[in-house]
């Protein structure tokens, strides 16, 4: 049973930049999938950010792109969402994610609720 | 992006019923189609994949059909643990998309 487990702060200020790290629980697996982040706004659908293979390998939604960076760090088994000029619209719970293929999720992280507020 | 659209939007049952949620892609997926499973306060869970493989230790009431632009997720008898919100998610081109949910209340 592989687990994922995300860290980083809670609030963060709108401008700045949301950071998160995500632990994976068995380094044998890492090459096997993706690694990536999915959140999901109070109350509202499931929106899929974007994953890292531990190679390095990057798949960005365009609709975040140019305010995102997905890295992974092979000697930590972690990985890492920096999200940059956060507004309150970036409200919304995080989830780290193992992915085949970059697109189907088999394992979740249990979710950080990052809120963007002054 | 390839838009997913499910319907209902939300649905009320009973315990035994059998109960189907529609999802439709915006253009054909062929069979890249994945459906999850969402408890309040928790992460979802992988239901199906590949629109119709059931995932290891998911229910057998649960199954999957549907191929290109439109699918189906049924629930035969429906149990107390299955009131969820359900979400489909096609895996077919980047970026990967979600519908909007489903969720299913009790009657």
């Known amino acids: 049973q592989v687990l994922l487990q995300e860290s980083g702060p809670g609030l963060v200020k709108p401008s700045e930049t949301l950071s998160l790290t995500c632990t994976v629980s068995?380094?044998?697996?890492?090459?096997?999938?993706?690694w990536g982040w999915i959140r999901q706004p109070p109350g509202k659908g499931l929106e899929w950010i974007g994953s890292?293979?531990?190679?390095?390998?990057?798949y960005y939604n365009p609709s975040l792109s140019s305010r995102l960076t997905i890295s992974f760090d092979a000697s930590k088994n972690q990985f890492s969402l920096k999200l940059s000029s956060v507004t309150a619209a970036d409200t919304a719970v995080f989830y780290c994610?193992?992915?085949?293929?970059?697109?189907?999720?088999?394992?979740w992280g249990q979710g950080t609720l990052v809120t963007v507020s002054s | 992006d390839i838009q997913m659209t499910q319907s209902p939007s939300s649905l009320s049952a009973s315990v035994g019923d059998r109960v189907t949620i529609t999802c439709r892609a915006s253009?054909?997926?062929?069979?890249?189609l994945n459906w999850y499973q969402q408890k309040p306060g928790k992460a979802p869970n992988l239901l199906i994949h590949?629109?119709?493989y059931l995932q290891s230790g998911a229910p057998s009431r649960f199954s999957g059909s549907g191929s290109g632009t439109e699918f189906t997720l049924t629930i035969n008898s429906l149990q107390p643990e299955d009131f969820a919100t359900y979400h489909c998610?096609?895996?077919?081109?980047?970026?990967?998309?979600f519908g909007q949910g489903t969720k299913v209340e009790i009657k």
């Open positions: 998610q096609q895996s077919h081109s980047h970026p990967p998309t």
């Open positions: 253009q054909s997926i062929s069979d890249n």
């Open positions: 590949a629109a119709s």
């Open positions: 890292v293979s531990n190679s390095g390998t990057t």
């Open positions: 068995d380094s044998s697996v890492t090459s096997r999938y993706f």
């Open positions: 994610s193992g992915e085949l293929g970059g697109t189907t999720v088999h394992y």
